[in-house]
């Protein structure tokens, strides 16, 4: 426990050494690709805070990338609305130990013991989850059962039983084109076409679309609150949940992508992939 509260520490205090912690949001410039021009985060937020769900996309490991994420939910806060996190990072089965931590009911040993059975690298994400703590900001869990995803990846959406396929509410998974091509374009030009890149499609829509889901059945039951969504940056791409977000239900959404040399950057993006990318701060900023 000694050890998890020493790291815990080290890695808040470089959450609030780098960039002040996201609470200054003039240190942070965003490329709105709607209107092709650079701004602060302070006033990229005047058009965020309009809508239900902001998606911020993530290279997990990349602590630069929670900073960022960190600064968002600070300044939707900061401009006095009611802000919830939702996470790729938890399961939906997993939602009593967010509600628990974030209610300060949970000590640090037992939740680090909740977030590594559901994920990993706590130390690149515990300033996010420390915040919510102290601040008493909801979290919402959006994933589904890695099993499923992974019997999916491997043999097809068709391979579910029905008890699985009851468990996810019946939800349709047909990959088509646009989908597919996206998901090669995600993953920098790489995929292939044979059936095991069609199953890997599979098991990345049934992600999405349970993901959006638990989305948009919090909403229902919270009408009032923003939605900052921390989910890796495929997933957060236009053509992942904010496809799904649509389909099933009448939402606003934002997409913020942190600029990812050869994948996703200012020479390749444009609106159709999402509205801000957040501009590389120099030779550190995202781990390069």
């Not at 900001?137 to 990846?153: E, F, W």
């Not at 957060?236 to 959404?253: C, H, M, N, T």
């Amino acid at each position: 426990m000694f050890k998890q509260i020493i790291i815990a520490l080290v890695t808040t205090f470089m959450f609030s050494t780098s960039c002040g912690a996201g609470s200054n949001s003039e240190n942070y410039r965003l490329l709105d690709l709607n209107r092709k021009t650079e701004l602060p985060l302070s006033q990229a937020v005047l058009e965020l805070k309009k809508s239900q769900i902001v998606l911020i996309g993530e290279h997990h490991s990349n602590i630069a990338h929670h900073r960022a994420q960190l600064a968002v939910i600070q300044a939707l806060k900061a401009a006095g609305l009611e802000v919830a996190i939702g996470l790729e990072m938890f399961r939906r089965d997993s939602q009593e130990d967010l509600d628990i931590w974030t209610a300060g009911m949970s000590t640090l040993a037992e939740f680090t013991e909740a977030f590594n059975k559901n994920w990993g690298m706590w130390p690149v994400y515990s300033g996010i989850f420390l915040h919510a703590r102290d601040e008493n900001v909801k979290m919402i869990g959006l994933n589904i059962p890695r099993s499923i995803t992974g019997k999916v990846a491997r043999n097809g959406y068709k391979s579910l039983s029905n008890e699985e396929r009851l468990l996810l509410g019946n939800v349709q998974c047909e990959v088509d084109q646009a989908y597919a091509d996206y998901i090669r374009q995600a993953m920098g030009g790489h995929g292939g076409h044979g059936t095991h890149f069609l199953y890997f499609c599979e098991a990345q829509l049934l992600w999405d679309t349970i993901m959006a889901r638990n989305l948009i059945d919090f909403l229902k039951e919270n009408p009032d609150y923003r939605v900052v969504v921390l989910a890796g940056s495929a997933h957060a791409w236009k053509f992942g949940i904010p496809r799904q977000l649509v389909e099933q239900a009448d939402i606003s959404y934002r997409v913020v992508l942190p600029e990812i040399i050869g994948r996703i950057d200012r020479r390749n993006v444009n609106e159709k992939l999402a509205d801000y990318l957040w501009l590389d701060e120099g030779p550190d900023a995202w781990g390069f």
